[in-house]
């Protein structure tokens, strides 16, 4: 069964303490893929989550455009060390693209895995992820949508 959480923020803050509250969940092996056009507000939530699970710069947070790939070192609510993978798949084509990077062991229990443009790599998610939707509705108002 998919359950579907619906948030409105007012301000990129309240966004980032979305981003916090949702780390505190999150375990080693999740996936998070998030869809919304630029400017939405992927980047701001997945900073709040970096927070929340302890990284200790999260300056280093931003869109991975020109690498694919950033990872920041971090942990989870009960203590376990995790590699955050923090994906910008906004060039890819589809998921042969996406194993092509290879070598990082994006999905791996020791790793939470965060993907901006998810929807160009649909065929490389795995099924069992969470999908958050980022929806601009003003300048300052974001709708989203968290479904698991
Ligand atoms: P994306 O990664 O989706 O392209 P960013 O997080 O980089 O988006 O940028 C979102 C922009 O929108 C930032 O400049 C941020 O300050 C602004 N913003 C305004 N209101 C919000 C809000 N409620 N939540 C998130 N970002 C917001
Ligand atoms: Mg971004």
């Given at each position: 069964m998919v359950e579907t959480m619906d948030t409105t923020t007012f301000t990129p803050e309240e966004t980032m303490r979305l981003g916090r509250e949702l780390a505190a969940d999150l375990r080693g092996g999740d996936v998070?893929?998030?869809y919304g056009p630029l400017g939405a507000g992927k980047t701001t939530l997945i900073k709040g989550i970096a927070e929340g699970l302890c990284v200790a710069d999260t300056s280093e947070v931003r869109s991975p455009t020109f690498v694919l790939v950033r990872a920041y070192e971090g942990r989870t609510g009960d203590g376990e060390a995790v590699t955050?993978?923090?994906?910008?798949a906004y060039r890819l084509t589809g998921g042969a693209d996406f194993d092509d990077m290879g070598g990082i062991d994006l999905f791996g229990d020791?790793?939470?895995c965060i993907i901006e443009w998810a929807d160009r790599m649909a065929d490389g998610l795995p099924g069992e992820r969470i999908d958050i939707t980022l929806e601009h509705v003003d300048p300052?108002?974001?709708k989203i949508s968290i479904s698991r």
């Open positions: 998070l893929a998030l955050i993978h923090h994906v910008d020791s790793s939470v300052t108002t974001r």
